[in-house]
T-cell receptor, first 114, second 115 residues
Framework: TQLLEQSPQFLSIQEGENLTVYCNSSSVFSSLQWYRQEPGEGPVLLVTVVTGGEVKKLKRLTFQFGDARKDSSLHITAAQTGDTGLYLCAGVGRRTYNTDKLIFGTGTRLQVFP | DTGVSQNPRHKITKRGQNVTFRCDPISEHNRLYWYRQTLGQGPEFLTYFQNEAQLEKSRLLSDRFSAERPKGSFSTLEIQRTEQGDSAMYLC?????????????FGPGTRLTVT
């Protein structure tokens, strides 16, 4: 059972466009992390959100954690070719599942064309 | 600035052979995790250690897999009698339990190909 669903799975856009990636679950997470991964490399941590309703910004990237801590979104403004990669959300279900392992989403592959 | 390192980066082996991978975590991190990632999927949890104690193992970790962290620093993941289905990227991550966020930082991975 996949606990975290991401949408869309694939996204192909031109430089300058805006986009939003969604990460949804029926489970509550104590925190949620977003990673970006390039081919042949490990995931790189972008941000951690902890509080329901929290919004964090990282330059052109805006991350939001849902009020009920079951979902999250990543919005990129004015995408650049350097944003190309696989975006992964990952939840920590410490209270729900009594574990600190990361439960990863299905991933969103973003391609930004010049 | 030393992040998580993994060796080797790539390993090609024949079915039935044993392989061992090494992970060196960020030096002050007391937790170390192993994940496996197949093409087009997100990483899946295998096991994790706090210091030298192995606290959790996934059902994905069959009897052919064993992980150790003998001195609470580096860790090794061994796969015995490899099968083609073991072909994947093996990722190591580390975190610190101080601060409360337990953010995990990943290494570059070891790509295993079983022929």
């Amino acid at each position: 059972t996949q606990l975290l669903e991401q949408s869309p799975q694939f996204l192909s856009i031109q430089e300058g466009e805006n986009l939003t990636v969604y990460c949804n679950s029926s489970s509550v997470f104590s925190s949620l992390q977003w990673y970006r991964q390039e081919p042949g490399e490990g995931p790189v941590l972008l941000v951690t959100v902890v509080t329901g309703g929290e919004v964090k910004k990282l330059k052109r990237l805006t991350f939001q954690f849902g009020d009920a801590r079951k979902d999250s979104s990543l919005h990129i403004t004015a995408a650049q070719t350097g944003d190309t990669g696989l975006y992964l959300c990952a939840g920590v279900g410490r209270r729900t599942y009594n574990t600190d392992k990361l439960i990863f989403g299905t991933g969103t592959r973003l391609q930004v064309f010049p | 600035d030393t992040g998580v390192s993994q060796n080797p980066r790539h390993k090609i082996t024949k079915r039935g052979q044993n392989v061992t991978f090494r992970c060196d975590p960020i030096s002050e991190h007391n937790r170390l995790y192993w994940y496996r990632q197949t093409l087009g999927q997100g990483p899946e949890f295998l096991t994790y250690f706090q210091n030298e104690a192995q606290l959790e193992k996934s059902r994905l970790l069959s009897d052919r897999f064993s992980a150790e962290r003998p001195k609470g620093s580096f860790s090794t993941l061994e796969i015995q009698r490899t099968e083609q289905g073991d072909s994947a990227m093996y990722l190591c991550a580390s975190s610190s339990t101080t601060g409360g966020l337990y953010e995990q930082y990943f290494g570059p991975g070891t790509r295993l190909t079983v022929t």
